[in-house]
């Protein structure tokens, strides 16, 4: 699972890789990026290009940002922004997480 689109995911691919050193850099990184950026940012995670988020997806998103439970948050995420309820966040849901995310403090 290589990375292309995206330069704030470095460390997918690694899943042993320890979060606690990443977060505080991306965290800066994203307070700087507007909410249509973030859009952008959790579209990269679609690993599987299906262009909808899967709970793995969202996962590594969040680890990403920096989020200290992202199993916990995705969880989160997917009850708030998943609109039909079919565990899936897709491009029309993805407002919702932008706004569920900028809210808990990931913008
Ligand atoms: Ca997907
Ligand atoms: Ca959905």
Avoid at 13 to 30: I, Q, S
Avoid at 39 to 62: C, I, V
Wanted: hydrophobic share 30%; net charge positive.
């Amino acid at each position: 699972m290589k990375d292309q689109n995206n330069p704030l995911a470095l460390k997918n691919g690694d899943n042993n890789f320890p979060m606690t050193c990443a977060w505080t850099n991306y965290r800066r990184l994203k307070m700087t990026l507007p909410q249509i950026h973030l859009k952008d940012f959790f579209r990269g995670f679609d690993k599987d290009e299906d262009r909808r988020l899967s709970k793995q997806e969202l996962k590594n998103a969040f680890d990403s940002l920096g989020s200290r439970c992202p199993t916990w948050r995705a969880m989160r995420a997917l009850q708030h922004a998943d609109a039909n309820g079919n565990g899936y966040i897709s491009d029309q849901e993805l407002d919702g997480l932008v706004k569920y995310s900028a809210k808990h403090g990931y913008e």
